[in-house]
């Protein structure tokens, strides 16, 4: 009935663009093989009549008129940032 | 054997709204780097998007306007990538349920002569839903710098069927979308400031096989008429190649405009994992045939159904509608007139086409702060067909209009215009060039018509042009019968 | 416990301005001299800058000499858990990744506390993105107990708790997504509350799971807490999760003294499980103390509850992968240096590794792991589905009682470092408060007595947005009970 699921630690941190040393790697494999033993539990609880719960209150349309506010002004926005060069953010030369 | 090419081509659109699509931070092209930021546009910890309302308006009628379905309810998804120029590393779309169903475009392929409407054809398309616009990547030599002006812009992806068959079609289908967006107000479609960008999905197959050949995703398509020669370079390619015995690996190319060949980017690596999920931070989009029915009767007249109009009721011809029509306030200038005059609607139609757009290009003005107006041309039209003045004064006169913006008459009163004789004289004249010019008439008399021109012309000299051709022609032919 | 000012309740701070016997900035200077004279032991703070506080306060005491005072919060010290975006302020979420981050804005909460004059007062520690149960996560350092300083204080508001219960702030702020303002309540031994989710804009609180998070007061007694909920309630156009409903007034509703005949759910779930009966003895006591009080209680049935774990595991991390994203190494977090780096990818993953800690490294990549291709549908949308049974556990519950009350946590504060190699005990331990979140409803803890010294919980789980019920119902055993004046020797 339930497959086993190991998670591919390299495959998911690659994409969750973390890098990890191999002792984390064996660690959290381990770790995380036992947590999703127990999320597996799920499967006894029949849902297939259930429709899933996206938002806690059914409301819908929520929206605003189209009219420009005040956003940051250009300093405040970059203060934070590691790199920058006329006004703009500096990253590794992107090769598309 | 003979090959065939399949096409489809993702197009995204920017909507034209004040304020982007999930930030109230302006929207707009050309403002200084990061300067259109809010906390949600830099993806602030703490920032929260919200739907602008205009942006779904914009592209239900875009839906509307391509005969797509609009379903009841649509919602929002969270697309998870990192890439600099994604200010959340998430982009939010809509994955499984987008905004607008199927739908076509109406496209027109150039006709055999300039003159002739070509073949209309509908390509059919997928879908079209809403997402946000990323920032822009600006590139050096050591590194890349990026601006985030452009991140939340509303963005409509139009994914077209496998349904065209040639770079025309492609170019059809673009210009089609640029058009019918304009029209609606939705977009400028300008592909130099980014508010439309196209990709392509090529392969090539034998006439009359089904199934698609391998194809591949066509990048860097910069402006309409490099998606037309980057797609009919690629098809010559992709046959080159299967006919040399070599298969069409998926891969990404671009398209080098300079060198005039597509260039392979990178070979087709793993699909890439969006992770997908409906995003918690936005409540889902219900539309109700009360709003489908605002923004359709919103929707004006679309540039082929005014085309078509045009060619059928006031006769024009191919020549000068398709010039009109993409021009919807050109249009509208030119029916206010032709309405009121339609036998002479195409007179109306030389002038705008012709006289109108050369003086407008030439002063670098728009229509909209022209002196001419509607009115004018109707009495240039009204001189010359009561016969006041030529067709060829006309054309002088229409100058004058331009510039001062007085009335035909008022002009013509003015300098002059009006023959200052009578018909007799048309016939003492009429008789003088006879005498003149000897073999001409000689020539006349033997049968070539084409000969009465040389009479007509000293004619038209002696009445310093303002004589009638028409009726000079035919006293030239009294006399000389 | 003294006279001084900071053993005060924000109440009574307030009917001392009013009446003019004390000013702001007196108040104030109480609570930087006793940050000064405690936290080197309970380290509640991650940083606060006296100076600016001083200064709120001087202008808080003009408005008042010109007979402008902006509310009863007005000149009231608000500790603030270091995830609430304050312009100019470090927002930090106690994570290395945001170390250096000043948040150019402000958030909603906290412009609303600026129009009712309140001083905002400090960064209080967390654990790394509001993610733990014990505030050992946080990446700036841990926080203890104020009760027993080998102990921890309760996560993820372990600062907030800590900082009121220590006296350091008279009310703070907190967020809660899986119990993260009311275990660390139960755990300090004063009143916590997660609002119903909605009530409270979550514009500007950097977001862990955005189905789940909500903002919330932790406070000495109710009525702190009503005060504080009061000014921070109410739709916001800038979160469309916020709800467009009616705020009543909490405070007001919360001294209602009139009669009412209160019918209370105890869920068998919560209560049959308990490995530790001795750890909720004052949770039994005092339903005892209600009974005598005329409540009526009734044994509820909450089916799905040994499912909450699983369901917001997936859920919180999933919206949480996503959520953390922003944070690497290009706009405006620490970015890694140091390191031959070819591409972004690089700087992304570089940066992260060295800015998250290892529970948000676990979270993190199980929630992109339940997210990705061909796991969405077990997993999360499965998760879901658990969810929507939850809530109408909850909604079957509700038709029959007006409340529910449970314990808030299966014991009381453990041992700093009693999990460290176990993180799947450590959420277990959220059992009691999680189902909240997922189901939306609000739910309170309360001080209700001591085990071995240290504070326990009881836990008043309410329908939604009738957060003044839950207010009324914990009063009535508040008013009878000397615990909201009971504080540890520090």
């Known amino acids: 009935m339930s497959e086993e699921r190991s998670i591919d630690i390299e495959k998911v941190a690659d994409l969750a663009r973390i890098a990890l040393t191999n002792d984390e790697k064996s660690k959290l494999s381990g770790q995380l093989n036992s947590i999703l033993e127990y999320i597996n539990k799920l499967n006894e609880l029949d849902t297939d009549d259930v429709e899933p719960m996206a938002h806690p209150h059914s409301v819908f349309n929520v929206w605003r008129e189209d009219k420009a506010e005040t956003g940051l002004p250009i300093q405040e926005a970059l203060k934070n940032a590691p790199k920058q060069r006329q006004n703009m953010i500096v990253v590794p030369k992107v090769v598309e | 054997m003979k090959y065939e090419a399949v096409i489809g081509l993702e197009v995204h659109v920017q909507i034209k709204t004040e304020s982007k699509i999930f930030s109230g931070s302006r929207s707009g092209y050309g ?120 991140a939340f812009t509303p963005l409509m992806e139009i994914v077209s069927e496998p349904d065209m068959h040639s770079g025309d079609e492609a170019f059809g289908f673009l210009t089609s979308i640029r058009q019918t967006m304009i029209y609606c107000g939705v977009s400028d479609c ?145 029916e206010e007139a032709a309405k009121k005059n339609p036998s002479k609607a195409k007179a109306i139609g030389n002038y705008v086409t012709n006289d109108l757009l050369r003086e407008l290009s030439e002063a670098g003005q728009s229509l909209a702060v022209c002196k001419v107006s509607p009115e004018h041309l109707l009495s240039l039209v009204e001189a010359v067909e009561k016969g006041t003045i030529t067709k060829q004064i006309a054309k002088d006169v229409f100058v004058e209009m331009f510039q001062s913006g007085e009335l035909a008459g008022k002009i013509i009163d003015r300098k002059g215009l009006k023959p200052d004789f009578d018909d007799e004289q048309v016939k003492v004249w009429c008789q003088e060039a006879i005498n003149e010019n000897p073999k001409p008439v000689d020539d006349f008399r033997s049968g070539n018509d084409k000969a009465l021109n040389a009479l007509l012309g000293q004619v038209m000299k002696k009445s310093r042009g303002k004589a009638n051709p028409q009726s000079v022609n035919q006293v030239l032919r009294e006399l000389l019968s | 416990m003294g006279d001084e000012l900071h053993f005060k309740s924000a109440g009574e701070l307030s009917d001392l301005l009013s009446s003019g016997s004390v000013s702001s900035v007196e108040i104030v200077k109480a609570f930087i001299n006793r940050v000064e004279a405690v936290d080197n032991s309970v380290k509640a703070f991650n940083s606060y800058d006296a100076e600016d506080a001083l200064a709120q306060a001087k202008v808080s005491d003009e ?184 705020v009543p007034d909490f405070r007001k509703a919360a001294a209602d003294v009139s009669d009412r005949k209160w019918t209370i759910g105890l869920p068998k779930e919560y209560f049959e499980e308990s490995s530790d009966p001795e750890a909720i003895m004052p949770v039994l006591d005092a339903i005892e103390f209600y009974k005598s009080q005329g409540f009526e209680f009734k044994n509820i049935s909450l089916p799905r509850t040994e499912y909450a774990v699983a369901s917001y595991y997936i859920i919180a991390t999933a919206e949480a992968s996503s959520n953390l994203a922003r944070y690497d190494g290009i706009r405006y977090t620490s970015r890694a240096e140091d390191f031959d780096g070819k591409d972004s990818i690089d700087v992304y993953r570089q940066s992260r590794a060295l800015g998250f800690g290892e529970e948000v490294k676990r979270r993190v990549i199980l929630g992109t792991y339940v997210l990705s291709s061909g796991y969405y549908d ?70 209700c007595g001591y085990v071995d010294g240290l504070p326990v919980g009881l836990q008043i789980l309410g329908k939604p947005f009738k957060e003044e019920e839950i207010f009324r119902v914990g009063r009535i055993f508040e008013k009878a009970h000397a615990f909201k004046d009971e504080y540890p020797e520090l």
Not at chain 2, 54 to 66: M, S, T
Not at chain 3, 216 to 244: C, F, K, V, W
Not at chain 3, 395 to 406: G, K, L, R, Y
Not at chain 3, 433 to 445: D, K, Q, R
């Open chain 3, 63 to 246: 408005r008042r000499v010109k007979g402008e005072t902006l509310s009863e919060l007005d000149g009231i010290p608000v500790g603030l858990k270091d995830n609430l975006a304050v312009k100019d302020q470090p927002l930090t979420c106690s994570s290395k990744i945001l170390e250096s981050f000043i948040s150019p804005y402000d958030g909603t909460c906290i412009q609303k506390l600026k129009a009712k004059g309140a001083v905002l007062w400090g960064r209080l520690n967390m654990d790394e993105f509001a993610m733990g149960s014990s505030t050992e996560n946080s990446g700036t350092h841990t926080t203890s107990n104020p009760w027993d300083l080998e102990r921890i204080p309760g996560g993820s508001s372990g600062g907030s708790a800590a900082a009121v219960a220590a006296c350091e702030a008279p009310v703070a702020l907190g967020s809660d997504t899986g119990g993260s303002i009311r275990q660390p309540a139960s755990h300090c031994g004063v009143v916590g509350l997660k609002p119903t989710y909605g009530r409270v804009s979550r514009f500007g609180l950097a977001a862990f799971a955005s189905s789940l998070d909500q903002i919330g007061p932790i406070a000495r007694n109710i009525d702190d807490a009503a005060l504080l909920l009061n000014a921070i309630s109410g739709y916001d156009s800038h979160d469309s999760t916020s709800i467009d409903i009616a």
């Open chain 2, 190 to 334: 300008d592909m130099e400031k980014g508010q439309m960008r196209a990709d392509a999905n090529i392969s090539v197959r034998p006439v009359g096989e089904t199934t698609l050949g391998s194809k591949i995703e066509l990048k860097n398509l910069n402006s309409i008429t490099g998606v037309k020669n980057g797609i009919e370079y690629e098809i010559k390619r992709q046959i080159r190649e299967l006919k040399k015995g070599n298969s069409i690996k998926q891969a990404t190319w671009r398209w080098n405009a300079d060198l005039g060949r597509t260039e392979l980017m990178r070979e087709k690596e793993d699909a890439h994992d969006y992770r997908y999920f409906p995003d918690p931070d936005l409540l889902p989009v219900r539309i109700d045939d009360e709003w489908r029915n605002r923004i359709r009767s919103e929707i004006p007249e679309l540039p082929f159904e005014k085309q078509s109009r045009f060619m059928d009721d006031y006769d024009l011809p191919y020549t000068i509608a398709s010039v009109l029509v993409p021009d919807r306030a050109l249009s509208e200038f030119f």
């Open chain 3, 378 to 447: 077990a997993y999360y949308l499965k998760a879901q589905k658990c969810r929507t049974l939850i809530r109408s556990d909850f909604e079957n519950a509700f038709e029959s009682v007006d409340a529910i009350m449970t314990p808030t946590s299966p014991t009381p504060a453990t041992l700093k470092g009693a999990h460290a190699e176990d993180p799947l005990a450590m959420y277990l331990s959220d059992i009691y408060t999680i189902s909240a979140n997922l189901a939306g409803i609000p739910g309170l803890s309360l001080p």
């Open chain 2, 31 to 150: 403002y200084e780097p990061n300067e259109l930021v809010d906390p949600v546009v830099f993806g602030l910890p703490g920032a929260l998007p919200v739907m602008n309302k205009a942006a779904l308006d914009g592209i239900i009628k875009a839906g509307l306007a391509f005969k797509c379905s609009i379903p009841d309810w649509c919602k929002w998804d969270r697309k998870n990538y990192f890439y600099p120029d994604s200010p959340n590393n998430y982009q939010i779309t809509q994955y499984d349920q987008p905004i607008c169903q199927g739908g076509e475009v109406e496209i027109e392929l150039s006709g055999d002569s300039r003159a002739e409407m070509g073949e209309h054809k509908n390509i059919k398309l997928t879908r079209i839903h809403l997402e946000n616009d990323v920032g822009k990547l600006n590139h050096f030599t050591e590194d890349s710098l990026v601006d985030y002006n452009r």
